[in-house]
């Protein structure tokens, strides 16, 4: 055979633009309040939504004042007793369906405008996002009816009006899982979707009015954190769910304790990726990239500190520096961009903050070299090698694409040290050994267990926290018990 | 008993002096197994990249570089292996600029008619020229004695073919007999040898679809790396399923870790069911994005397919004139 040089190549893998067009987004200038049933102005102002890749303007959107809450609570509670809760079952299901079959049809529409206004590639809100939305909206129809099969007790009844704040991470997605079961049980809503990413709630009220949703039913407050604690402290609610940070969860919590709300609170998390030394090492080396730099990172069940096996270090994370340097860092909107722009200025510095005192204390920093664009919030992927479990970087939440990699010696060290955190959202098992797996994710606190595979969702499964990851479950049937009576959540 | 087993190069330098059969069984069994969800999936995500404008070019033009044109028939006459050898040569006669494809492979006894048809076009893909690949080894069952193979393996070499796809022993493979397997592979190796020392490329087919399994995959990959093989190959493409992306991906994962080892390159050939531009190109992002885009040259990278030229053709037809033709519009072999 013949002597093989090797070559530069002729750059193939410097793909051509494939951007997907924004033509299929007839965005408005600006964009007011939806309050029973229709857009109308706020009266608390208004803000810029940008873009996070290029920090241009998207849309002027309103700010919900607490005169604009009181009566968007109002629509909800009139909704509640006039309409929503004389329905039956099997209509609410209706309208659910047809939720779920517009955002199909407008699916592509959704995703670019998701990718616009919150910086996650293309790919991810195209192949991940949207379908999880609409698939979230269609498990929820089919329980609207069977409520009494739900194993909640017999005749199990909606509480009133849900107060809901969601994050910017998922924003669509977010939004899906905390309207769908609250519909699906009866109860009539008023969300504030995240400041930094409002849009795609408010081409949701577009296809909620194309579903001729009666009015109330859903009501969308847009804002910063002042009107998420004006919503959730308000009297008339009698439910409060919140995705986000830990620190203003617990702010919630205060704010209904004694009152009659019923609360769920997803907060955040710093998930255990652990891979043993029998792992199928391509795979996991996968699920690692998956688990921590999917959604730049922006994920509350990341797999942030990565637990490998010590015999294995080396070779694992020379596999992944490998693996990462073919990741594709830019426009959002392009089809073959695998990381996307930091959600906002504020998240970058954080991440920027940490990742310093992360150097600082001693471990070992590596970042993909990579072009950053000249405009917009961007961060490489990083690791950090060396990190011991009293680093803060293994401590607190980077909500970034930032990884720490820690090792242990045994299983028994494995689970200590993934079970050593003030959370308890996720966690990831990597073995071949099925029987190992097992044993150890019986002893790891975390609501979500992903076994030789990480970031993984789906409707009919549960998700939510221990400890500071927060309380109540999101999805499958005990996602309902959250929004019912009577029945334990 | 230990069985010692012809001392191969490779598996020398990896396992130690003493080569047997269990020392070569338990590194095959050493091996990292493969979680066939996680693989499937990156092979989808893969699959994904949106390839347009200029790099669509490019990929195309090298699609034909990389192809191995291939006729593996009972009914094929020299007449067939002529036009096969003509439309290597000339893939769009309406086009002069479309490249020729790297080589025709075709059964042994017709290389004489592929060498003769070729004249001074045959030769080094690298120079512009096609070179003959042939099946051996009882193609495509490799039910034969080892003498059998050997004998058809010389045949085809001395005919002129410059490369031998020869196929495992899969029963023994199945049976265990790994020994067995490595002992035909070094065997059928030292049958490529020219008489001036020099060797024809040897292309093993695992016939991956018969392994079924992943891990059987993987193993067999490292087994014919370390007995020599130039280039482990999916198919022969009379088993279904022949190539799949995943298989690919996971064959390509076994040369670059070779790579990583000792820095020696193997080439990779996934060959039946790849019939369109759009797969081929998942391939080339596959190669790309697992062992670099320095595997995408006809040493080490080939497509054994018959009926993927002619989509590649229309596929350029319709990037220079910016309209579609139809199957007319491409000669039929």
């Not at chain 1, 293994?394 to 720490?404: H, K, M, N, Q, T």
């Not at chain 2, 050493?30 to 949106?50: H, I, K, M, P």
């Given at each position: ?7 530069d ?11 997907e ?8 200038d600006?964009?007011?309040?939806f309050?029973?049933g ?6 608390g ?35 509640y ?15 659910l ?18 990718s ?18 609409a ?21 199990p ?30 109860n009539?809503?008023?969300?504030k979707?995240?400041?930094?990413t ?13 579903a001729?949703?009666?009015?109330g ?11 998420g604690?004006t ?15 830990t620190?203003v ?10 009152t009659?709300k019923k609360v769920?609170l997803e907060?955040?998390?710093k ?14 080396v ?14 509350c069940?990341?797999?942030s500190?990565?637990?490998?096996q010590?015999n ?14 073919t ?6 909107l ?18 920027r ?20 664009p ?9 690791i ?9 970087i ?11 990699v820690?090792t ?18 996720s ?6 050994k ?10 790891l606190?975390?609501?979500?267990i ?15 926290g ?14 309902l ?9 | ?5 012809a ?7 990896l ?8 020392s070569?069984?338990?590194h095959l069994e ?21 390839i347009?404008t200029?790099?669509?070019a ?12 291939t006729?593996l028939?009972g009914?094929?006459?020299p ?14 006669s ?8 790297a ?9 004489p ?6 004249g001074?076009a ?8 096609v ?22 393996t ?18 023994a ?18 049958a ?9 490329s ?5 016939e ?22 130039d ?5 022969t ?27 020696e ?39 054994g ?14 990037l ?14």
């Open positions: 055979m013949k002597d093989i040089q090797p070559t190549g002729r750059g193939f893998l410097e793909y051509a633009p494939a951007p067009s924004t033509a299929i987004l007839h965005l408005k600006s964009y007011g309040l309050i029973d229709e857009f109308r102005d706020g009266s102002g208004s803000f810029s939504t940008i873009s996070p890749a290029t920090e241009k303007k998207i849309a002027e959107i309103a700010i919900a004042s607490e005169a604009d809450v009181d009566l968007a609570v109002a629509a909800a509670r009139r909704a007793t006039k309409t929503w809760s004389k329905l039956s079952g099997a209509d609410r299901g209706k309208y369906f047809r939720i779920a079959r517009l955002v199909q049809e407008r699916a592509r529409e959704l995703a670019v405008a998701e616009l206004d919150n910086g996650k590639p293309i790919k991810e809100s195209r192949d991940v996002d949207v379908p999880l939305v698939a979230w909206f269609f498990y929820y129809a089919g329980w609207a009816d069977k409520l009494d099969h739900a194993g909640l007790g017999a005749n009844r909606a509480l009133g009006v849900a107060a809901q704040v969601i994050p910017w991470n998922f924003p669509l997605l977010m939004l899906a899982w905390k309207i769908a079961p609250a519909l699906a049980a009866g009539t809503v008023v969300l979707p995240a400041e930094t409002p849009l795609s709630a408010l081409l949701f009220a577009e296809i909620l009015q194309q001729d949703l009666p009015p039913v859903v009501n969308i407050v847009t804002g910063a954190g002042e009107t604690a919503l959730v402290r308000h009297p008339d609610v009698d439910k409060v769910a919140f995705t986000g940070s620190g969860g617990r702010e919630i919590a205060k704010a209904v304790a004694g009659h769920t907060l955040g998390g998930a255990a990726n652990i891979v043993f030394d029998d792992a199928p090492i391509d795979q996991a996968e699920g690692i990239v998956n688990g921590i730099f999917f959604n730049q990172g922006h994920v069940c990341a797999g500190r990565l637990l490998v010590e294995i270090h080396d070779e694992v994370v020379d596999r992944l520096k490998q693996r990462l340097s990741l594709r860092l830019g426009d959002p392009d089809k073959n961009t695998d990381i996307g722009a930091i959600n906002s200025r504020e998240q970058l510095e954080r991440i903050t940490l990742s310093d005192i992360g150097e600082q204390e001693g471990a070992e920093r590596w970042s993909v070299p990579c072009e950053i000249e405009n917009g919030f961007w961060f490489a992927p990083t950090f090698t060396g990190v011991t479990t009293s680093s803060r293994a401590r607190e939440e980077i909500f970034g694409p930032v990884l720490s820690l242990f010696r045994t299983p028994a060290e494995a689970i200590a040290k993934a079970n050593n955190t003030p959370y308890g959202l966690a990831g098992i990597w073995s071949d099925g029987s190992k797996i097992l044993a150890v994710a019986d002893q606190r975390a609501g979500v992903w076994a030789n595979t990480f970031n993984r969702f789906d409707p009919a499964s549960p998700f939510g221990y400890k500071e990851s927060g309380y109540g479950r999101e999805g499958g049937r005990h996602g018990a959250a929004y019912l009576k009577g029945a334990s959540a | 008993m230990q069985n010692v087993l001392p191969a190069d490779r598996a020398v330098r396992l130690g002096g003493d080569l047997t059969e269990r070569l069984r338990q050493g091996l990292s197994g493969v979680d066939a969800v996680g693989l499937e999936q990156r092979a989808a995500g893969l699959g994904t990249r949106s347009k200029t790099s669509k490019w990929a195309l033009d090298r699609i034909i570089e990389l192809i191995d044109l006729t028939e009914a094929d006459t007449g067939k292996v002529r036009s096969l050898v003509a439309k290597a040569l000339v893939p769009d309406a086009d002069p600029t479309t490249p020729r494809v080589a025709v492979c075709v059964y042994g006894d017709m290389v008619v592929a060498v003769d048809a070729l001074a045959h030769g080094d893909p690298d120079d512009g020229l070179s003959v690949a042939a099946v051996a080894t009882a193609f495509p069952s490799g039910r034969a004695s080892l003498p059998v193979k050997i004998t058809d010389r045949d085809a070499v001395a005919a002129g073919a410059d490369e031998i796809d020869m196929v495992i022993d899969r029963g493979f199945l049976a265990g007999n790994y020994g067995t397997v490595f002992e035909q592979i070094v065997a059928v190796k030292e490529c040898r020219r008489d001036d020392g020099s060797y024809a040897l292309k093993v087919i695992l991956t679809g018969e392994l079924n399994t992943y891990d059987n995959v993987r193993r067999a990959s490292w087994l014919s790396i370390l007995a020599g093989g280039f482990i190959k999916t198919s493409g009379k088993v279904s399923p022949a190539a799949t992306l995943p298989v690919t991906l996971l064959m390509l994962e076994a040369v670059r870790d070779w790579h990583r080892l000792t820095g390159y193997v080439g990779v050939k996934p060959a039946g069911g790849i019939r369109t531009s759009k797969d081929a190109i998942k391939y080339l992002v596959t190669v790309a994005e697992t062992v670099g885009e320095q595997w995408l040259q006809p040493h080490l990278f080939r497509f397919a018959s009926s993927l030229l002619n989509d590649v053709l229309l596929q350029r037809q319709k220079r004139t910016g309209h579609y033709s139809g199957p007319d519009y491409v000669t039929i072999d």
